[in-house]
Nanobody, 115 residues
Framework: QVQLVESGGGLVQPGGSLRLSCAAS????????MGWYRQAPGKQRELVAT???????DYADSVKGRFTISRDNAKNTVYLEMNKLKPEDTAVFYC?????????WGQGTQVTVTV
């Protein structure tokens, strides 16, 4: 079956960095669009970044210039490098995979940015 397993979340101070990873199995990874979404307490899940099979990338305005999404098809893994983290980045981050829209989701990894 399809599995998306996120890792790399944690507690970090404002201005710090984290690197999230999402390892996929059960899909032909290279043909899937991969994405990162997040959900803060009391808020709806929102798009953070996506990367298509061809490598086209899209970011939410709130993370442009701070976050970088990348993929390694040989490792069936998508990454989210997060720099200059802010308290408002605190959320559960979810990995997604889909052919045109998200079809599969990971269980999420918590990112907390606080002094």
């Amino acid at each position: 079956q399809v599995q998306l397993v996120e890792s790399g979340g944690g507690l970090v101070q404002p201005g710090g960095s984290l690197r999230l990873s999402c390892a996929a199995s059960g899909i032909i990874f290279s043909i899937y669009e991969m994405g990162w979404y997040r959900q803060a307490p009391g808020k709806q899940r929102e798009l953070v970044a996506t990367i298509t099979r061809s490598g086209s990338i899209d970011y939410a305005d709130s993370v442009k210039g701070r976050f970088t999404i990348s993929r390694d098809n040989a490792k069936n893994t998508v990454y989210l490098e997060m720099n200059k983290l802010k308290p408002e980045d605190t959320a559960v981050f979810y990995c997604s995979a889909g052919l045109r829209r998200p079809q599969y989701w990971g269980q999420g990894t918590q990112v907390t940015v606080t002094v």
